[in-house]
């Protein structure tokens, strides 16, 4: 049965260049990879030859496009002439390996950060997150769910006014703010010291919220993080989804406008700045008001079955936070719900 949007109409594939089509799903519905998810790193500009490639790398690219999966010794890599194609190359064959020994994405994932040792640049834990997330929303036909997904694997500027709280894409948000979305002849007109045009991003909206889903890739939409706004609500339904599909374990997620619990035993930030705030607050050490106003978004999360969480704290209610830094950015660290959350000692 297709996916269809409010208004009717069926729901476009959401994130097509995400790679989700080229994974398949195993019984639990986690992504297997595949040698067309592994060759499509190949076609990446950092990886596709040019025309100084020497033949060595010529031959390297060619031999995993026809086999990803295969062995490359260390000699093979040595004798690529130029230095970045060898670290590129490097880089891409240690990150193939994590995924081909984890067998899925989310085996990797999950993996990278219980291990402790995280070395994987950015990149690759953002795309990982992205089709994570894509496999999640499968079903989904929420715009405001989609939109809000995208905190999950993409910065976010936000703008804090009046009580409302907007968080736009970062690199969208620049690009338009140097180029006013002229592309190369808006970099002409700012380069030539004439402001480009203001252009502003769309703010969802439950009547208008469907046309995220044609531009859904165009990652130029807005989302209305206000307490008590369809956007925040949309957020702690994904969260939601992120929990169960990593842990099985089914959680209630509400936003809260603060903490009032004398009992406050647990917590969890979503990013850097909410983890230090809310350790800080947890240990009564003192927090200025600046750093409070960055506080964006506040969760309570209750586990609907109480004997997955540690012993000692079943059945307390996990706080959590989303902040934003001193420069208005926000950036969702989701691996945090899969390493910091109470729960019970596996048997």
């Not at 989310?106 to 834990?125: K, N």
């Amino acid at each position: 049965m297709a996916n269809l949007t409010n208004d009717g109409m069926i729901r476009p594939e959401l994130w097509p260049n995400s790679g989700f089509q080229l994974l398949e799903r195993d019984d639990a519905g986690r992504l297997v990879v595949t040698n067309g998810f592994l060759a499509a790193y190949l076609g990446r500009p950092e990886l596709a030859p040019v025309a100084e490639s020497c033949d060595a790398e010529r031959a390297l690219h060619a031999s995993l496009l026809d086999d990803p999966t295969r062995a490359v010794g260390a000699d093979e890599l040595a004798a690529l002439a130029d230095a970045d194609a060898r670290e590129n190359y490097g880089v891409l064959l240690g990150f193939r390996d994590r995924l081909l020994t984890a067998g899925t994405v989310e085996g990797c994932y999950l993996g990278l950060f219980q291990g402790g040792d995280v070395t994987l640049p950015r990149l690759f834990i953002d795309q990982m997150a992205h089709v994570i997330v894509r496999n999640i929303l499968d079903d989904v036909t929420d715009p405001f769910q989609a939109r809000a997904g995208e905190l999950f694997f993409r910065e976010q500027t936000a703008t804090v006014a009046e009580g409302g709280i907007l968080l736009g894409d970062t690199e969208i948000i620049e690009m338009l703010a140097t180029t006013a979305g002229m592309g190369s002849l808006g970099q002409l007109v700012s380069e030539s010291g004439i402001k480009p045009k203001q252009v502003d991003l769309d703010v969802l909206q439950p009547e208008t919220a469907d046309t995220y889903w044609d531009r859904n890739e165009r990652f130029d939409t807005v989302l209305d993080l206000t307490f008590a706004r369809p956007g925040l609500d949309a957020l702690s339904r994904v969260l939601e989804a992120w929990i169960a599909h990593f842990i099985e374990a089914k959680v209630n997620i509400q936003p809260v406008q603060k903490i009032d619990d004398e009992h406050w035993v647990w917590h969890v930030g979503l990013d850097s700045e909410a983890s230090s705030l809310l350790n800080d607050l947890y240990e009564d050490n003192e927090v200025d008001e600046d750093r409070m106003l960055r506080v964006l978004s506040l969760f309570r999360l209750e586990f609907e079955d109480a004997s997955l969480m540690r012993s000692d704290i079943a059945g307390r209610p996990v706080y959590l936070g989303l902040s934003m830094t001193e420069g208005k950015k926000v950036r969702l660290k989701p691996q945090n719900l899969l390493v910091n959350l109470p729960l019970a000692p596996e048997s």
